[in-house]
Each structure stands twice: as C-alpha cells, then as structure tokens.
C-alpha cells in the first residue's frame, strides 16, 4: 500500500487536485489532505481506493526494494500523452479505449 508521501507525489505527477483525486476516488478532500500531511492514516479500503485512482490517471507504484525505497512515476512519458490526447481528438465511434 501508498504511504501519504507517495500519494501526494503521485497526485503531482499526474496534475490532479485533492477535490478531482477526492471525487474520483470516493475518499473525502480532508481524508486525503490528513494522510498527505501525515496526521493521519485512513483505512486500507480508503488507501486502495487512492491507489486505484492514481493508477487511473497515470500513476505506477513502485514497490519499495530492500534498500531502494518506494516511489512512483509516470505511466506514459509527456510524448507519448500528447500523441494520446492528439488521438482521442480524432472522429470515429465511440467506445472504450483502454490503453495498456
């Protein structure tokens, strides 16, 4: 599971607020705030939720490694995220487009 840390690094790297990351996640603004401002630690279902989200947007978690600790990154470089929002913007039908 996150730390608040990495969250609040995940939340920054894929440019979401805690009212956009609150809303996406179910998890309530203040929740989040207390658990990135270690005042706080929510339930592992809040966390997971967190995660999840994160991971919608962008995030990849990075498993903390012996003496490498935990991290986070970016799914996709800035590159390849314009040529992705360039894509969506064609025409064609509408359907899901989950991308690996």
Known sequence: M????????A????????????KR???????IEAFERKISTPGDGAI??????????GAVFIAEQGADGA??????????TRRLSTLEG????????DVP
């Open 2 to 9: 996150i730390s608040g840390s990495v969250c609040k690094a």
């Open 11 to 22: 939340r920054a790297l894929v440019e979401v607020t805690r009212e956009k990351l609150a």
């Open 25 to 31: 996640s179910g998890v309530a603004e203040e929740v």
């Open 48 to 57: 997971e939720a967190l995660q999840s989200a994160l991971e919608g947007l």
């Open 71 to 80: 991290g986070v990154r970016l799914k996709f470089s800035r590159s390849v």
């Open 90 to 97: 064609e025409g064609g039908p509408v359907a899901s487009d």
